[in-house]
């Protein structure tokens, strides 16, 4: 009885794996831009279409050095059983190559990538050194970039790649929900970069926010932003300002009342009764304005 178990259980998995078909990729890809087609160097035996573009996908999502065997798992996973050489497959990104060869300015990431009259990827050999270089660069949408493949041999082989460059920018989000006409603490915020977009005035002074409240409700995950806040009125029309007045040489105080109310940043008038005379300042604190000469 367990000899005949024995035997239909070999069976099963001889069988099992003349269906499973099987895959040759290259020991190096690299891949230079987003959604590579490699169905041009993924060399099939027995394959379907739809298990050749699963593992298009995955190749395109894995980065570093991968084991055929957890290429197979990750296929398996699919509903495919797929046989795959050689035993280590080494993929790399072109952005991650930009960043590590490339000095940018603080801030700039890649966005995208497309190779310029070629394949959005290489099938190099193992020893193969790649270089990238981008004379005069400004970082910008379609930015030619050079890249450089080292043979072993002493071969070069080069070729151009656009890339699309975004800066990112400090911000903060909501860690909570707060209704209108609340304050905003440090604590119910949380630091973030963002994309650098015109015009979307992104509030970046933190220490600044005990001097505002907001004028809409926000949710958790919601970006702050210098128009959801409006000014808490740090001086009121007839409450006893302080002025400082100041230039590069002096640092003069004295005292007024203030003719209107006020935000931090806004302008107010501010009287001096004694010496008849007006200052101009903007609010910079609780009854506090600054008059720079």
Known sequence: MMTKI???????????????CEIHLPEHILLLGQKADLSKIIASTECSTNAVSELNETLNN?????????????LKAKNHLVLIQPNLIHIQHFKNIVHEQISMPVGVQMRSSEAMNANNFLALNLGDRIEVNCIGCLFASQQPINLTVHGLNGSKNSLIVKADFKKMVKAFRMTSFHPAFSQVSAASIKEDFTESIPHTDLFSQIDMLKFYKLNKPL????LLR??????????RAGSKTEVIIENELIKLKTYGISRNNAGVGEFVEVFHPQKNKKYQGKVIDLNKVLVEL
């Open 6 to 20: 024995f035997f239909l259980i070999l069976v099963f998995f001889i069988s099992t794996f003349s269906w499973a």
């Open 62 to 74: 894995v980065d570093g050095k991968v084991s055929h065997i957890q290429l197979s798992e990750m």
């Open 219 to 222: 949710r958790p995950g919601e």
């Open 226 to 235: 210098q128009s959801d806040l409006n000014p808490i009125n740090l001086v």
